[in-house]
């Protein structure tokens, strides 16, 4: 069973940075899809970005490419999103999400089987 826990949310102005961690554990030998989504009250989840374990590559929705980073460190079996200038719109509870997937095409929130619970960003003007 994997589980994910996430920190690293808080309060920050906008153009500042905050990196979330997603501690994961539990892993098989499968290959995973790795995700943070995030969530503004009134919203539907929203993907935010994508790493598939498998191939490396990374997807990001188009509001937060060339700010956002996704990247797993393997030896400490956490997965990290670097978000610089960030912006009020930016305002959500982000969420660590986990799929046993080859790939991470296509994926969307439904189609993920683990999650955590969950870490506050809040940017203000």
């Known amino acids: 069973q994997v589980q994910l826990v996430e920190s690293g949310g808080g309060s920050v102005q906008a153009g500042g940075s905050l990196r979330l961690s997603c501690a994961v554990s539990g892993y098989t030998d499968s290959d995973y899809c790795m995700a943070w989504f995030r969530q503004a009250p009134g919203n539907e989840r929203e993907r935010v970005a994508r790493?598939?374990?498998?191939?490396?590559?990374?997807y990001y929705v188009a509001s937060v490419k060339g700010r956002f980073t996704i990247s797993q460190d393997n030896a400490k079996n956490t997965l990290y999103l670097q978000m610089n200038d960030l912006k009020p719109e930016d305002t959500a509870m982000y969420y660590c999400?986990?799929?046993?997937?080859?790939?991470?095409?296509?994926?969307?929130?439904?189609?993920?089987?683990?999650w955590g619970q969950g870490t506050q960003v809040t940017v203000s003007l």
């Open positions: 790493f598939s374990t498998t191939s490396g590559l990374t």
């Open positions: 999400a986990a799929k046993v997937s080859n790939t991470c095409a296509n994926l969307v929130a439904v189609d993920f089987n683990y």
